[in-house]
């Protein structure tokens, strides 16, 4: 079966986009992340586990998810942390509408 992890997205403070996505299992070896212009990709896979089973509802496999962006963000200061299946990335945003002073010469 395929899966794909649950995955939120906010820019509630306004300053930042916000990313949880829920990847329970999956090693920090086995997760890789790439930024684009319009999108976050989260791909990974989780290995399956060993043995024999009557039943398994537990997902395996490999996994991709795309996370649109919907404003640029500043690429050098994303940050990304993985804690106990819990994927949290920070997506600075470009600053725009900033006020540009200009000096008429006379």
Not at 42 to 56: D, K
Not at 71 to 84: E, G, K, N
Request: aromatic share 6%.
């Amino acid at each position: 079966r395929d899966w794909s992890s649950d995955v939120c997205s906010s820019d509630l403070d306004h300053r930042a986009i916000h990313i949880r996505a829920l990847i329970p299992g999956v090693d920090r070896a086995n997760l890789h992340l790439t930024l684009g212009e319009r999108a976050l990709v989260i791909e990974g896979e989780l290995p399956p586990l060993p043995g024999r089973y009557y039943r398994q509802e537990r997902f395996s496999g490999p996994f991709r998810r795309a996370v649109t962006l919907t404003v640029p963000v500043q690429r050098d200061a994303v940050t990304a942390r993985l804690s106990d299946g819990i994927l949290e990335m920070t997506l600075p945003k470009l600053p725009t509408g900033r006020l540009l002073s200009i000096h008429p010469r006379y």
